[in-house]
């Protein structure tokens, strides 16, 4: 099993949608799981953090299930302006080198 | 504040030339990180910097790699006799120090490498 693992999608959803995309992880001493945003042809930035159950910021909310090793993202009333890509991050080693995952890719059109 | 700069943005190269990379990370920041992603992957880990500790180079593909931070600030990252499959954007990360645990990385713009 890798380390972080996510379905590389795409995501094909029309504006207004509900999606959510999962992320699963093989290290279950793993403490803090984040999720950053890629947009195409730029760096990574930093969507949210999850240290506990999970995580809601406005239209975003993330959740960890550490029974089945998995975290998910769940974007509500979906804008145009959220096509990017998702990567999950999960801490690993001695908790400074993240582990990233593939990511997922969404595309919301009109 | 300044972000996390890199330069250059682009550098075409011939197969078999030496590349240097360079990264300015945020001010205060002590801890970098090297990644190089390919086309449609995600980030691989090449090498981190913390403080005056030795780097952990665990990440690099081959000898041909190599970086250095001087002064706890400024990293190079080095790729000797470059060969067509190092292809990629390479990504600089600064981060806070947290003692040990993680914290959020702040990524530069990247390098587009191309070797021909």
């Known amino acids: 099993r890798k380390e972080v693992e996510q379905d590389p999608g795409p995501f094909n959803v029309p504006e207004g949608a509900t999606v959510a995309f999962n992320c699963t992880y093989s290290?279950?001493?793993?403490?803090?799981f984040f999720w950053y945003r890629q947009d195409c042809r730029k760096e990574p930035k930093l969507l949210m953090s999850v240290y506990s159950s999970g995580n809601e910021d406005g239209r975003f909310t993330a959740q960890l299930n550490r029974a089945s090793q998995y975290i998910s993202l769940l974007i509500r009333d979906s804008k145009l302006s959220d096509s990017a890509t998702y990567l999950c991050v999960v801490p690993s080693g001695g908790s400074y080198i993240p582990t990233f995952g593939r990511g997922t890719s969404l595309i919301v059109h009109p | 504040g300044a972000g996390v700069s890199q330069s250059p943005s682009n550098k075409v190269t011939e197969k078999g030339k030496d590349v240097e990379l360079r990264c300015d990370p945020i001010s205060g920041h002590t801890a970098l990180y090297w990644y190089r992603q390919s086309l449609g992957q995600g980030l691989e880990f090449l090498i981190y910097?913390?403080?005056?500790?030795?780097?952990?180079k665990s990440g690099l593909p081959s000898d041909r790699f190599s970086a250095e931070r001087t002064g706890g600030s400024v990293s190079t990252l080095t790729i000797q006799r470059t060969q067509q499959e190092d292809s990629a954007v390479y990504l600089c990360?600064?981060?806070?120090?947290?003692?040990?645990?993680?914290?959020?990385?702040?990524f530069g713009p990247g390098t587009r490498l191309t070797v021909l």
């Open positions: 290290n279950s001493a793993s403490q803090s």
């Open positions: 910097f913390q403080g005056n500790s030795a780097p952990d």
């Open positions: 990360a600064s981060s806070l120090y947290g003692g040990g645990s993680y914290n959020e990385q702040f």
